[in-house]
């Protein structure tokens, strides 16, 4: 690690400076991160960062698991620069509509599973999820059925930040400030097999958490259900991969009954498990496919609602005006940077080389990071994975949360030059899809030292 000079050193100070007195975070505990100061990155290039102090980062966490092509693309700055002298900006209400849109919504269907056609734009994530809440809602109005309100959706899920995308979360945290969630969204296990499973095998427990679904059916009445919301593999929750048998189950269900079923891919969408879509991985049939990160590789902030052509020839045909829809629904600039996107992911091949290549390569080489004392699992699909930190391998169990092991070892990983996420003592990683193998070497060594710290740390305890 290079020493920084006076100059830098002073730099960060005034940033740190100027950001703590003027600049609330979002999912920050601002009076802590005053304290620690602030970590300014500023620039980037492939899957490195720098800060201002000139320390060199592997970002194994793909900025926030959307900068699926890699940093320093040129091309989408030349495409964005382009489309932003052309047209910076109109909008898509009132009968109007303009080129990148309209090649972004056909590619996008394009690469969707073959039963789904269109594309509802947003700027984000969050807004995709409020827009499936309302689109759901009025599918169903429009169906003569207005009583199917109700969206049930998992504990421990994250489906965004506004009003109805943390309501549709299951996040304890989030609940608890701002009376969340709203009416009509009900939460049922999740299929956390490694933390909840105790005492069954994966796939019994997996079973067992995808029955919650038609217990909550029956509960509520299939007259009362909208909808049910999940991510394919749980992101912000700790990367869950559900147990083998967990999505059979589900699709036997929700082939039972009739509601809808919304698929986030927020995190999974545009490649990260080695298929465009995660549907595809899982071989699921969702109605509305929720979209934003890996969609533009995070370059500009867009966001969507794929549209199955079940719900689609409703809201089309029979709904008269669909009284929802955003100022950036669309962006001509955000278009123009997802289209650029996407045409990277094909022309280099990554979907398949993620498939092929990098995640058979990356998970084996996690997987030896399994012996360590402190791991108690290992898991990972496509070019997503998360280590499990436990006092006790064989029961699973974990340490005092006082400890803060998880952000121990996070800090640990800074150190060593990596940047990877922790839950609670979950670790997590989602690189770029661009990440190759000595750069997947240098992060499972960078990793290991961080292991090795953090078991030294817990010995004191
Ligand atoms: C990040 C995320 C969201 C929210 O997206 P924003 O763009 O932050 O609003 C929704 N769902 C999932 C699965 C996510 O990971």
Redesign the pocket.
């Known amino acids: 690690m290079p020493t920084p000079s006076l100059k830098q050193q002073q730099k960060l100070a005034d940033l740190q400076t100027a950001d703590k007195h003027h600049f609330i975070h979002p999912f920050t505990d601002s009076k802590g991160l005053a304290e620690k100061g602030t970590r300014v990155i500023e620039r980037a290039e492939g899957v490195y960062l720098w800060d201002v102090m000139g320390h060199k980062l592997l970002d194994a966490m793909a900025g ?2 959307c900068v699926n092509v890699g940093y320093g693309r040129q091309s989408i700055v030349d495409a964005v620069a382009k489309q932003m002298q052309q047209l910076p900006f109109y909008n898509s209400f009132f009968q109007c509509s303009h080129p990148p849109a309209i090649e972004l919504a056909q590619k996008i269907a394009s690469l969707a599973p073959p039963h789904m056609n269109n594309v509802f734009f947003t700027g ?6 409020d827009t499936n809440l309302r689109m759901v809602r009025r599918y169903w109005d429009l169906k003569g059925k207005p009583n199917k309100k109700t969206i049930i959706s998992r504990i421990n899920a ?5 009003v109805a ?1 943390a309501s549709l ?1 299951g996040m304890s945290g989030m609940h608890e400030q701002g009376d969340l969630p709203i009416p009509g969204v009900v939460h049922i296990a999740q299929p956390y097999w490694y933390a909840e499973g105790k005492g069954l095998s994966p796939e019994d427990f997996g079973l067992q958490a995808a029955q919650a679904l038609e217990t909550k059916i029956v509960e509520l009445g299939e007259d009362n259900v909208a909808a049910f919301i999940a ?1 394919p593999f749980q ?2 929750g700790g990367v869950i991969i559900p147990p083998s048998t967990y999505w059979p189950e589900i699709k036997r269900i929700l082939a039972k009954y009739d509601i809808l079923f919304i698929l ?4 999974s969408g545009f490649g990260r498990t080695g298929k465009w879509f995660a549907a595809d991985y899982f071989d699921l049939q969702p109605d509305l496919i ?1 979209i ?2 890996g969609m533009t590789s995070g370059y500009v ?1 867009m ?1 969507g609602v794929i549209v199955s052509d079940r719900v689609a020839d409703v809201i089309k045909q029979d709904c008269g005006e669909f009284t929802h829809g955003f100022t950036y629904s669309g962006h001509p600039v955000a278009a123009a940077a997802a289209l650029e996107n996407i045409r990277i992911i094909e022309q280099e091949k990554l979907v398949e080389r993620v498939a092929k290549d990098t995640s058979p390569y990356l998970q084996s080489a996690l997987q030896q990071l399994a012996e360590h004392p402190l791991v108690g699992e290992v898991r990972g699909i496509g070019l997503v994975a998360a280590i499990e930190l436990v006092k006790d391998k064989a029961t699973h169990q974990r340490f005092d949360s006082n400890l803060g092991v998880g952000t121990f070892c996070r800090d640990a990983c800074i150190k060593h030059g990596l940047v990877m996420r922790s839950v609670g003592d979950t670790m997590i990683i989602s690189p770029p899809l661009t990440i190759n193998y000595a750069e997947i070497d240098a992060l499972v060594a960078m990793a290991t030292q961080a292991l090795n710290d953090t078991y030294q740390y817990v010995q004191d305890k």
């Open positions: 926030l698991w984000s994530g969050s807004e995709s999820n994250y489906h965004g930040s506004t995308g979360g991510e992101g912000a986030d891919e927020v995190i929720s934003a990160k902030p966001g």
